[in-house]
T-cell receptor
Framework: AQSVTQLDSQVPVFEEAPVELRCNYS??????LFWYVQYPNQGLQLLLK??????LVKGINGFEAEFNKSQTSFHLRKPSVHISDTAEYFC???????????FGTGTRLKVLA | GAGVSQSPSNKVTEKGKDVELRCDPI?????LYWYRQSLGQGLEFLIY????????KSGLPSDRFSAERTGGSVSTLTIQRTQQEDSAVYLC?????????????FGSGTRLTVV
């Protein structure tokens, strides 16, 4: 069975500092990988996705993520965060050939002034 | 429409009552998905539709939950005899077809509170 682990439930960081949100997965088949962001009282918005090809994926709002197959990780990074990045971030995997996403439990990013 | 629309945005209901949650996907999207987001947990898959048919209902928690989709567009998730453990945010998403290439487009969700 597939699973997604986001070890950090909350990450506080000062404005303009870099941030990394960790995501590890387990799967016996190849997967597609996604990061979503959820602002308060809103639905989830796609930040970026990895389907194939280059392991470094760039998304919206200056975020990027790197797929590491050997470590089964897909960590999300941003070199300099803004107050407006305060939100909850979800990592998800979709085993190839399926339609379901398996989501992690989310990481709440709080950017401090 | 331009985005995925869900209604109502908030619903408070008494234990034992039935509720209907509505999802209007992006026009032309043939695939529609329902997820449940409970406090402190990730998103839990409930059901998905390809057109009007639901090939996979395995995520529905019990037989109190049902869903339908008509005209390949609007979908309704019905919860009968609601229980307090049904309290959650119910999210709907759609994609043009069943493919990971697109990523889900989510609605804003319906927050259900059972009192």
């Amino acid at each position: 069975a597939q699973s997604v682990t986001q070890l950090d439930s909350q990450v506080p960081v000062f404005e303009e500092a870099p941030v990394e949100l960790r995501c590890n997965y387990s799967s016996s088949v190849s997967v597609y990988l996604f990061w979503y962001v959820q602002y308060p009282n809103q639905g989830l918005q796609l930040l970026l996705k990895y389907l194939s090809g280059s392991t470094l994926v760039k998304g919206i709002n200056g975020f990027e993520a790197e797929f590491n197959k050997s470590q089964t990780s897909f960590h999300l990074r941003k070199p300099s965060v803004h107050i407006s990045d305060t939100a909850e971030y979800f990592c998800a995997v979709s085993p190839s050939g399926t339609y379901k996403y398996i989501f992690g439990t989310g990481t709440r990013l709080k950017v401090l002034a | 429409g331009a985005g995925v629309s869900q209604s109502p945005s908030n619903k408070v209901t008494e234990k034992g009552k039935d509720v209907e949650l509505r999802c209007d996907p992006i026009s032309g999207h043939t695939a529609l998905y329902w997820y449940r987001q409970s406090l402190g947990q990730g998103l839990e898959f409930l059901i998905y539709f390809q057109g009007n048919s639901a090939p996979d209902k395995s995520g529905l928690p019990s037989d109190r939950f049902s869903a339908e989709r008509t005209g390949g567009s609007v979908s309704t998730l019905t919860i009968q005899r609601t229980q307090q453990e049904d309290s959650a945010v119910y999210l709907c998403a759609s994609t043009p077809i069943v493919s990971p290439n697109y990523g889900y487009t989510f609605g804003s969700g319906t927050r259900l509170t059972v009192v």
